[in-house]
């Protein structure tokens, strides 16, 4: 199929440009577009014609329920059976932004958005481009990560054009992603709030505004035993070609000691090696360097486009720090995990 490839200026948007996009959604094809977490593949929520046009791009398994977008907050009491206190409360807090909320759908919602349950995922995203777009469609869209289901979701440009320039109508080209992790999920449907994935607003932020919330127990540890309650948490994911290992280390320079030896002993079997750490780190590695910046906010920022990288540099083996699990280090280290098979030394 032949992809309609155009730019967009973040700043100041080109209105007639959003609305071609726009009508394209509304015309059940699908787009991809920008927004503050990853890049997302579109299609008009409502439509399961349209919505069966994402699984067959993205190459999903069809019970894996889709993610609906939508322009205002009004905007869902059209789609879901029931608002509680709860859910109002981290409206107010957290949308626009990057959180999402499961509710119980209304049947307005079909079995293609939903895969099959009875409640559906919504979020309103902060990104300009992205809430112009979807306010113009004029319905929600639909939209998962724009990557080939089980790699990395992209958060630059270049990702989407190499991967998907072909499998969709249509791409709206904007910057970089500012969060880099995908939208956190929570769970209002039953019972205690429970988080189904982590991302940049974080446990500790929703704990402030709900007080009780949990963590989805299958989270805690890879036991496949523990169904994970979002279907899309048991897949295969993040994963690039290269063999990652997350390294337990004291500090940095615990960690170089380590991959120190690791790389030598690579360099014999003239594998390619690659280390993913933070820009503060000082030594020289015998090895192709990633620099994940600096922050949490840099790791989370910086984490798809890197292991992107590694396959971009035919990385066979790669090594990245056991990151603080606290705060924003529960996100990235969820996805590190999946990267790297749960391979932790
Ligand atoms: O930041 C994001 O959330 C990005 C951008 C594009 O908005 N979207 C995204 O979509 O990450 P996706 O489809 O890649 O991930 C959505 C996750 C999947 O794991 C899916 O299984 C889960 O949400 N999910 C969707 N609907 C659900 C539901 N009703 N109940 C539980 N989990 C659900
Ligand atoms: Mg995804």
């Known amino acids: 199929m032949k992809t309609l490839i155009k730019e967009i200026d973040i700043n100041e948007p080109d209105k007639g440009l959003i609305d071609v996009f726009a009508a394209m959604l509304a015309d059940g094809k699908t787009v991809i577009f920008p927004t503050e977490t990853v890049y997302g593949l579109g299609a008009n929520a409502l439509d ?29 009491y059209d789609l879901v059976e029931n ?46 481009v992205a809430r112009q777009l979807i306010r113009r469609a004029g319905v929600p869209i639909a939209a998962p990560s724009a990557n080939i289901s089980g790699r990395p979701s992209p958060t630059k440009p270049d990702h989407i054009i190499r991967d998907m320039d072909g499998r969709v109508d249509g791409i709206l080209v904007g910057g ?6 995908e939208s956190t999920i929570v769970d209002l449907s039953s019972g205690i709030a429970m988080v189904l994935r982590p991302g940049s607003v974080t446990l500790e932020m929703l704990k402030e505004v709900l007080g009780q919330v949990e963590l989805d ?30 390294v337990k280390a004291n500090d940095l320079d615990d960690f170089a000691q380590k991959v120190d030896a690791l790389c030598l002993e690579n ?64 996100a990235i280290m969820n996805r590190l995990k999946k990267a790297a098979a749960y391979r932790i030394i």
């Open 83 to 128: 608002i509680d206190g709860r859910a109002k409360l981290l409206m107010e807090k957290f949308w626009p932004g990057p959180l999402t909320i499961v509710f119980k759908k209304k049947d307005i919602i079909p079995d293609r958005t939903s895969g099959g349950l009875d409640t559906v995922a919504i979020r309103m995203p902060s990104d300009p």
């Open 267 to 330: 360099e014999k079997k003239k594998l390619r090696t690659g280390v993913m750490t933070r820009s503060s780190d000082g030594h020289t590695y015998r090895a192709i360097r990633f620099d994940l910046g600096e922050s949490d906010a840099d790791l989370a920022k910086n984490l798809f486009d890197v292991l992107i990288g590694l396959d971009r540099e035919s990385v066979d083996i790669a090594y990245v720090p056991y990151f603080e699990e606290k705060g924003l280090g529960v």
């Open 217 to 246: 127990p299958s989270l805690k540890n890879k036991d496949d035993n523990i169904k994970a309650k979002a279907p899309g948490m048991k897949y295969k994911h993040y994963s690039p070609q290269a063999q990652v290992y997350i």
């Open 48 to 76: 399961e014609d349209a919505a069966a046009k994402i699984y067959q791009a993205k190459g999903r398994p069809s019970d894996n329920p889709l993610l609906v977008h939508v322009a205002d907050k009004k905007d869902v």
């Open 176 to 181: 970089p992603c500012n969060y880099g992790v």
